[in-house]
């Protein structure tokens, strides 16, 4: 099995800035696709962020420029840095990895670390 370990997440002022964790435990899953998804409160879940294993990025527009994604492959681990946070980008980040493990394909959420912006 495979567990998505996030942290990162909590109460900053806008303009602030945070880095969201994200450690994958079982380094035998090979990994696809790594990133987060952030939930605002009563609204459905969109890509912030993501990176292959290849290493190419993708970003939502509301992030691009401000948000930087990147893998440490020594600690199974993928951070995501945010600067200059707004209070749009408040809700629950969920990390997702896919990929595969024991030759099945497979994909995986962590628990959610909650960011929250005040203004």
């Known amino acids: 099995q495979v567990q998505l370990v996030e942290s990162g997440g909590g109460l900053v002022q806008a303009g602030g800035s945070l880095r969201l964790s994200c450690a994958v435990s079982?380094?035998?899953?090979?990994?696809?696709?790594i990133g987060w998804y952030r939930q605002p409160r009563g609204k459905q879940s969109d890509m912030v962020a993501r990176i292959s294993s290849g290493g190419t990025t993708d970003y939502a527009d509301s992030v691009k420029g401000r948000s930087t994604i990147s893998r440490d492959s020594a600690k199974n681990t993928m951070y995501l840095q945010l600067n200059g946070l707004k209070p749009e980008d408040a809700g629950v980040y969920y990390c997702n990895a896919d990929g595969w493990l024991a030759g099945v394909w497979s994909e995986y959420w962590g628990q959610g670390t909650q960011v929250t912006v005040s203004s």
């Open positions: 079982n380094s035998a899953f090979s990994i696809a696709t």
